[in-house]
């Protein structure tokens, strides 16, 4: 029997690297004979460059960056050698032909400007800045990097990116030619214009994506994400007229057309996407198909009897381009049997995947969270054993 273990990461709880080990762990104890092929999986958050850098064979670095709220972090990038980069993949990010030698950069604006690195007193939209997120795709530029993915889900920021932009040489300035570093939004109305470009010839910029939000209105990042990072419903209007004033200011200084503002992704993370688009000649691409490129999903769900896979909680977002929900699919597709563990099931699919939730529904979440390592050990024996 060849099993395919192919989990996300269980938020606050399991890695995806964790809950792949920790399934195989339980599987070998009862079934030592079968072939199992961990294969973690990232859908554009935490985990993401590291998941991809060690699929490729590549070698992830650290450096410093200033965090979501002006603290120095420690954030990874990896670099992958360019002929790790199969022509699938280098179709899906439309690249130029990489030259011999050469190395892709794989970054996650989680690592810098990610909801994670704060606590919930410290969550605040108008305060929180990408500054550190430019500063990651700085380092990957004078590390000689060809090309830059940037995986951009778990953002805590609202900035529109103009943090990333002035750590890449954009300048942000007010009635008295002061700079304003960083330009949260909380300090935008003082921006009376904007100053320079992005430094350098930036290596080609590809943003793996799969939120489809323009940047305003009842679909933009204000309205959608805003709230989950810490925005009060009353301060929305004020939020979304402070995003509308800048985005028009960023596009009249780069030459852009307003209705950038109305592209599709372009208020994924904040807002970061489209000032990214918009000043540095940024693209979009699928992150979920990438991701499934990028891990050979494909052939590797064709060589397996049977597929597990599972994140913290299956809900319908799972169904929307993240990485279970993609796999079902193909799973499907192949006529191959899958497996779902989730600490919470919140979803109906029918006869598509046999859904497993690890946590009983009465017990308290900070307890179902320090029991998910054991819990998903125990569904999958109960299941497969």
Known sequence: ???????????????????????????RETHPDWIL????????????????TVAAGGVMHTV?????????????????????????????????????G??????????????????????NPWLTTTLGTGELIAAAQRAGAAAVLLGVGGSATNDLGTGALAALGVEFMDHGERL????????????ARIRG??????????????????????????????????????????????????????CDHHGQPE???????????????????????ARLVRGADLVATWLDLDRRVAAADLVLTGEGCFDRSSLAGKGPGALIALAQAAGKPIHVFAGRIAVDIGSAAQLHAISPP????????????????????????
Do not use: Y
Request: proline share 8%; hydrophobic share 50%.
């Open 197 to 250: 470009s992005v430094i350098g010839k930036l290596p080609p910029l590809r943003i793996a994506c799969d939120v489809t939000n323009p940047l305003l209105g009842p679909q933009g990042c204000a309205a959608v994400f805003a709230p989950q990072k810490g925005l009060t419903p009353a301060d929305l209007p004020k939020l979304e007229e402070a995003d509308a004033r800048m985005g028009r200011m960023l």
């Open 37 to 52: 092929d961990e294969c973690p999986l990232a859908d554009g958050g935490e985990g993401f460059a590291e998941i991809l």
């Open 259 to 281: 209705r950038q503002m109305d592209s599709p992704g372009a208020g994924a993370a904040g807002g970061l996407a489209f000032g990214l688009m918009v000043a540095a000649g």
């Open 64 to 100: 410093s960056a200033c965090g979501p709220r002006g603290r120095r972090v420690q954030a990874a990038f990896g670099l992958v050698a360019a002929e790790r980069v199969n022509a699938a993949v280098q179709a899906r990010l439309d690249l130029p032909p990489l030259p011999a």
């Open 362 to 385: 009465e017990l308290p979440l900070h307890a179902a969270l320090a029991a998910t390592a054991e819990g998903l050990r125990r569904a999958v024996q109960r299941q497969l054993g």
């Open 180 to 191: 304003i570093v960083p330009p949260v939004p909380a300090t935008w109305q003082e921006v």
């Open 1 to 27: 029997m060849r099993v395919l273990l192919a989990f996300d990461k269980f938020k606050h709880a399991l890695t995806a690297r964790a809950a792949c080990r920790t399934a195989a762990e339980a599987l």
């Open 102 to 123: 050469s190395r892709v950069a794989v970054l996650e604006m989680a690592a810098a400007s990610g909801l994670a690195l704060l606590s919930p007193s410290e969550q």
